[in-house]
T-cell receptor, first 112, second 116 residues
Framework: GENVGLHLPTLSVQEGDNSIINCAYSNSASDYFIWYKQESGKGPQFIIDIRSNMDKRQGQRVTVLLNKTVKHLSLQIAATQPGDSAVYFCAENKGYGQNFVFGPGTRLSVLP | GAVVSQHPSRVICKSGTSVKIECRSLDFQATTMFWYRQFPKQSLMLMATSNEGSKATYEQGVEKDKFLINHASLTLSTLTVTSAHPEDSSFYIC????????????FGPGTRLLVL
């Protein structure tokens, strides 16, 4: 569960296209996952969450997929907009009251 | 939804001085709060877990005497960076998870500390 974030991966997508951001989590005991969006100079903003008893959850324009077998999480953003440009972090949690462990983050750049 | 606030949002101080950062849960009680630190272009790293009415639990490598945490009430945790040095310059973010909120953590807006 260590964060190694010295080189932030970047995903560039055309406005209107769909985006897929991937995350590999570390702890098989984690049972709760959240995707956060962080804009420059701001704290993390909750996007969507999913518990380990589910493999898919949909929100407004966003979908999170969870594959527990390979410990993989993905965030799909439909019809990506300029306002979606930010750094996206996945975070895993082992239970209520516990801290979250953050992934290294992915920078999403939306091209006009 | 639940709201967590931090104050100040930005602080500049001279090397050797101490800085206090407040984290408040505005519409719910937070028995546990977490303090994270984020260096530029890096992810959030947990510094310590703040528990109301008891001592904070620090992560390995975080000096408890340098980063003093006080969680005296169910709505307030403070982080004091003592004798700050330029390498302490960072973005400090708190989060809260407690009774009254949904089962998730709510993050504060962060405090950017710059030590000259």
């Amino acid at each position: 569960g260590e964060n190694v974030g010295l080189h932030l991966p970047t995903l560039s997508v055309q406005e209107g296209d769909n985006s897929i951001i991937n995350c590999a989590y570390s702890n098989s005991a984690s049972d709760y996952f959240i995707w956060y969006k962080q804009e420059s100079g701001k704290g993390p903003q909750f996007i969507i969450d999913i518990r380990s008893n589910m493999d898919k959850r949909q929100g407004q324009r966003v979908t999170v997929l969870l594959n527990k077998t390979v410990k993989h999480l993905s965030l799909q953003i439909a019809a990506t907009q300029p306002g979606d440009s930010a750094v996206y972090f996945c975070a895993e949690n082992k239970g209520y009251g516990q801290n979250f462990v953050f992934g290294p983050g992915t920078r999403l750049s939306v091209l006009p | 939804g639940a709201v967590v606030s931090q104050h100040p949002s930005r602080v500049i101080c001279k090397s050797g001085t101490s800085v206090k950062i407040e984290c408040r849960s505005l519409d719910f009680q937070a028995t546990t709060m977490f303090w994270y630190r984020q260096f530029p272009k890096q992810s959030l790293m947990l510094m310590a877990t703040s528990n109301e009415g008891s001592k904070a639990t620090y992560e390995q490598g975080v000096e408890k005497d340098k980063f003093l945490i006080n969680h005296a009430s169910l709505t307030l945790s403070t982080l004091t960076v003592t004798s700050a040095h330029p390498e302490d310059s960072s973005f400090y973010i708190c989060s809260a998870w407690g009774a009254g909120s949904q089962e998730t953590q709510y993050f504060g807006p962060g405090t950017r500390l710059l030590v000259l």
